[in-house]
């Protein structure tokens, strides 16, 4: 709401989806000050917005629902490489040191998956 407020925007129907994107692809503040927002981030900020907006509209306080004329984002182009032969064989191999659960000076595992 500091975004809406520094862009003048008092009241709820005073933002705009102009404002509105503009703050999806807002810098950061804080720490990482003067920085592009990462796709994450702009992401994030969009569901927020949608969320937000569309609870507004369903209760009655907004007549337009903003969220839903921000555009999309593209796709995330994650690269997911295959394994090698070699990681593969690695994989199936047993090991070659037992395992046991260790256990705290307490006298309990000292991981929780080893509690059981």
Known sequence: MAYATACRCDLVCDVSSEVLWQWVN???????AAQYPSENIRRLRRAVAVAVYRTWFRLGITERNLGASLP???GVQRVVSAFTAEQIQTSKTPPTEKRTARTTSSGMPGHPCAWR
């Open 72 to 74: 999309s984002l593209p």
């Open 26 to 32: 807002s810098p950061a503040t804080g720490i990482r």
